[in-house]
Nanobody, 122 residues
Framework: QVQLVESGGGLVQAGGSLRLSCATSRSIVNSNAMAWYRQAPGKQRELVATITRGGSTTYADSVKGRFTISRDNAKNTLYLQMNSLKPEDTADYYC????????????????WGQGTQVTVSL
């Protein structure tokens, strides 16, 4: 059973930064693609960023230039560095593992973390 545990969320003022972490229970960080999603209150879950086994990354237009997805294979951990945060970034953030990219579209894998809350105040 693979477990994903997110951490690093919290309350931050607009313009601030946070780094989210997603620790995995086994070495899946360097296999398949992984991603960060977020879900704001009353909205659907949306894809924020993806990273392939080869290290290629993609970002939602709303976070491009502000967020960076990365992973540390030795630590079995996925990261999301979030800079220049805006109130509209407020959401629960989830990591996803064992996904795949088909024709440019990220297909989520079976493994999800429990989520970490990010709140950005004015």
């Amino acid at each position: 059973q693979v477990q994903l545990v997110e951490s690093g969320g919290g309350l931050v003022q607009a313009g601030g930064s946070l780094r989210l972490s997603c620790a995995t229970s086994r070495s899946i960080v360097n296999s398949n693609a992984m991603a960060w999603y977020r879900q704001a209150p009353g909205k659907q879950r949306e894809l924020v960023a993806t990273i392939t086994r080869g290290g290629s990354t993609t970002y939602a237009d709303s976070v491009k230039g502000r967020f960076t997805i990365s992973r540390d294979n030795a630590k079995n951990t996925l990261y999301l560095q979030m800079n220049s945060l805006k109130p509209e970034d407020t959401a629960d953030y989830y990591c996803n593992a064992a996904g795949r990219i088909v024709a440019g579209t990220y297909i989520p894998g079976a493994y999800w973390g429990q989520g970490t809350q990010v709140t950005v105040s004015l």
